[in-house]
């Protein structure tokens, strides 16, 4: 426990860990108030700037030629069945051509800005994880922290620990601040939430706080393997990017069961449906449903096998290795 | 609880590099260090020193052999010694951005020490008023200071020091060997790992002198560099001829390329001075020189370079370098 207070302590002084986690929460807020900025209502003076601008289109030469043109010969120029009726409100701008601005949706946006600021800071909590183990290897302030305390295990764990719970409360703050305000505004506009999509945002962002956390404490775990914040930064990059290749252009069947990004949405998503070109059809053609279910119980199995191996790599080595 | 505070039997580390190389380290090295008093620990770049106290502190594996601290066999009770072990390895490790305190903080709290230990470290090593300054801003000689601090939050029973005034003005340098031979004074036990054979000298009571992963000799400073026992440098026109008579007189006489004769076995320069009056020959210079402990390093390094050059050559058994130990 006293160990596992120093390094909360550590982490907490660190400065590059601060700023990160200041970046996370920036990005979230700022994605939070441009969904609800794009989505506010509109006002009176929204309408007469667009009806000023639908206005101002209809006098131009080429709108009036072609509302001339249809009028003449409405079959011609709108198609089999039109009418003379159909020209102007299809030719001449409309108001509401001006005005399309989408109405805010927390189960929509389950799905787009939410999941965007996760995978944000998930993103994040994998550097401030992989920094916060390579500032030790860097500074080789570890031999030092070892000469104190000499139970290799005990460090790393304590270590890890102060990763997984430092990264779970910022992640958990940040994105319960971003649904909280997306709450607030659908609540002062009026607009129905639901409690099934509360229900669903509460089990994302618990899902989503989970994976920001272990994500951190893979990082962490992988930098204690390698030694290196920036090798292992590329590691996971080619793990995630040239995996990600790799099972999209290998033709062997199921391929896309061990894809990063798949079992990640399947995590996030309870469950995430894909397209695998592999999958044969005994039908036709075109009856022929290419797409597979993973399950939440895959994702969960795929994530915690890479992580228990990761994690069971990294103490083994740790517990056995110079330390220079 | 056993009268040495280190001792090794037997210790080997082998290691092979990126290319291949088999690497020994530290060859069968029976180490002992006596309790209380400062303990030199001298050898060349590359001989392994660094690499037996890692093994000590448990930061590397012994391939083979034994250790024990305070009679505890370790690395399996390390955990149980360490609290009374306190040590810097090579340069001084720290996380650059904290202040010296902070550091010296998170170190004082793995161990469960108060924050006046702290205090009171810092005030050791004078660097209260400067502990709030970040590390990376610590010239050479601070850092130093900072972690020999470290080393005292401990209260340790041991402290190892490797090359401690590594960078540190002539003032601090000589603050820290007082602080070293009070420590040797008030029944730690220090050992004491430089290149500076002078401070060695100074300071040690005892010392080891290893070469090649090997330990060429050990004891008493005194009883190494042989009490009394001294060489006269003598400076005369004619040195054959002065050569000649001390030589038929019993001297060993060694001329070196300095200008001078060397002459050992006399008991008092008087002596010389008188023979070779009698023969008509006038000294110009006369010094008694006395026996260091350089000497005796390069002495014994000397002849286990040699040594070793004649086993590489025979076995083609790669031994440690400099940068493959440090």
């Known amino acids: ?324 | 609880m056993s009268a040495l505070v280190i001792e090794t039997s037997g210790l080997r580390k082998e290691f092979h590099t990126r290319r291949g190389r088999h690497i020994v380290a530290v060859h069968d090295l029976d180490l002992a260090v006596p309790a209380g008093g400062v303990h030199g620990f001298l050898g060349p770049n590359g001989s392994g020193k660094t690499t037996t106290i890692r093994m000590l502190l448990g930061l590397a594996r012994a391939s083979k052999g034994e250790m024990r601290l305070f009679g505890e066999p370790v690395p399996r009770h390390l955990p149980q010694v360490m609290r009374r072990v306190g040590a810097v390895v090579e340069q001084p490790k720290f996380v650059p951005t904290f202040t010296g305190r902070k550091n010296l903080s998170l170190l004082a709290g793995s161990i469960g020490a108060p924050s006046s230990t702290v205090d009171a470290a810092l005030a050791r090593v004078g660097l209260t008023g400067r502990d709030k300054e970040r590390y990376k801003g610590y010239s050479l000689g601070m850092k130093q200071r900072l972690a020999i601090a470290a080393t005292l939050l401990k209260s340790p029973d041991l402290l190892i020091l490797d090359e401690p005034t590594n960078g540190l003005d002539p003032a601090g340098i000589r603050d820290i060997r007082d602080m070293i031979r009070g420590l040797g004074e008030s029944g730690v036990t220090v050992l004491l790992s430089s290149h500076i054979l002078a401070e060695v000298q100074q300071v040690c009571h005892s010392v080891s002198i290893i070469g090649n992963g090997r330990l060429l000799a050990s004891g008493d400073v005194d009883d190494l560099v042989g009490a009394g026992a001294s060489t006269t440098r003598v400076r005369v026109a004619d040195q054959p001829t002065a050569a000649a008579h001390l030589e038929r007189a019993g001297y060993t006489v060694i001329s070196n390329g300095d200008g001078a004769l060397h002459v050992d076995g006399a008991t008092g320069p008087e002596q010389i001075t008188r023979l070779l009056a009698e023969h008509g020959l006038y000294v110009s210079e006369l010094t008694p020189v006395r026996r260091d402990l350089e000497s005796v390093f390069l002495q014994l390094t000397k002849d286990d370079t040699l040594a070793t050059t004649a086993t590489t050559a025979t076995a083609g058994t790669a031994t440690a370098t400099d940068g493959g130990t440090a």
């Open chain 1, 1 to 324: 426990m006293r160990l596992l207070l120093v390094e909360l302590n550590r982490f907490r002084s660190r400065r590059a860990i601060a700023l990160m986690l200041l970046a996370a929460a920036l990005v979230a807020a700022i994605l939070a108030t441009t969904t609800i900025y794009e989505s506010r209502p509109l006002t009176d003076s929204d309408i007469a700037a667009a009806q000023a601008q639908a206005d101002a289109e209809a006098q131009q030469p080429y709108v009036q030629r072609d509302l001339a043109r249809c009028e003449k010969h409405p079959r011609r120029f709108m198609g089999p069945g039109a009418t003379v009726e159909d020209c102007e409100p299809n030719i001449v701008p409309q108001v509401e051509w001006y005005l399309y601005r989408p109405t805010l949706s927390l189960a929509e946006e389950r799905m787009d800005s939410g999941l965007a600021v996760l995978m944000i800071v998930s993103a994040v909590m994998i550097i401030v994880g992989t920094t916060f183990a390579g500032a030790d290897w860097a500074s080789g302030s570890i031999s030092n922290q070892l000469i104190f305390e000499p139970r290799r295990l005990r460090v790393w764990l304590a270590k890890a620990g102060a990763v997984f719970l430092g990264t779970l409360v910022v992640s958990a703050v940040v994105l319960v601040a971003f649904w909280v305000a997306l709450y607030v505004a659908a609540e002062s506009r009026g607009i129905p939430t639901g409690a099934a999509v509360q229900s669903e945002i509460r089990w994302m962002v618990g899902r989503g706080v989970l994976m920001a956390g272990v994500a951190a404490l893979g990082g962490f775990a992988l930098t204690m393997l390698l030694r290196h914040t920036v090798g292992t930064l590329a590691v996971m990059f080619a793990y995630a990017v040239g995996g990600e290749a790799l099972t999209a252009a290998l033709p062997v069947a199921g391929a896309g069961r061990w894809s990063l990004a798949n079992n990640v949405f399947a995590w996030l998503g309870d469950g995430h449906e894909y397209w695998d070109g592999t999958v044969t059809c005994s039908g036709g053609a075109f009856d022929c449903d290419q797409s597979v279910v993973l399950s939440l119980a895959g994702g969960v199995t795929y994530l915690g096998v890479v992580l228990l191996v990761v994690v069971v790599l990294s103490m083994f080595f740790f517990r056995r290795r110079d330390i220079a």
